[in-house]
């Protein structure tokens, strides 16, 4: 009997329901603007082809500071096995006021394509660039044509780290 508590508790300990994942600042860009050109192309096969996804988070000119995360974590596959994935955010926020204007948060082993299925926007554009900063106040959004009765914004118990 204790043998089967010691095992329901460690089957417990390493569930990862309520994991809080940490988004690690990868890169901060002055000068820049999101690639909305290969954001566009997600709902298109093509995005798959030359690291298309990953390319999609490289910033190009413009006229704010833009930020790219990567948090961690594992998981599992809709292969059954356990793996490691990779959530990527790009966030555009204003120079002078630090507010986040727009950003884009994916999953780079989303299998479902198109890609566009897991791709989650930001629609709350008041909040300050700073560390800690909770995603899910966010309020990422799955574009409309994906949305379901549960998933329609990102539920990720994320936290930004600047650090």
């Keep these: ?15 990862n329901f309520g994991q809080e994942k940490v988004y690690k600042l990868i890169s901060k860009t002055e000068n820049s603007d ?3 050109k290969a954001f ?20 190009k000119k413009g006229k704010n500071d833009i930020y790219v995360f990567i948090s961690e974590f594992k998981g599992d596959s809709f292969d059954g096995t356990r793996k490691t994935f990779h959530d990527y ?12 204007i ?9 299998a479902e394509p198109p890609a566009i299925s897991d791709l989650y ?28 009765e549960y998933r329609k914004y ?7 780290n600047l650090n």
């Design 40 to 59: 566009k192309n997600f709902d298109n096969f093509k995005i798959y082809k030359n690291d298309g996804l990953k390319k999609a988070f490289n910033p």
């Design 89 to 100: 955010l790009i966030l555009k926020v204003d120079t002078k006021s630090e507010l986040i």
């Design 102 to 110: 727009d950003g884009f948060q994916y999953t780079m082993e989303w």
């Design 121 to 148: 926007r930001v629609t709350e554009k008041n909040i300050k660039i700073g560390n800690g900063i909770d995603l899910n106040s966010l309020k990422m959004e799955l574009d409309k044509n994906y949305q379901t």
């Design 154 to 160: 990102l539920n990720d118990n994320g936290k930004l």
């Design 34 to 36: 999101i690639n909305y």
């Design 1 to 15: 009997m204790q043998k089967l508590i010691v095992i329901i508790f460690i089957l417990i300990y390493n569930l």
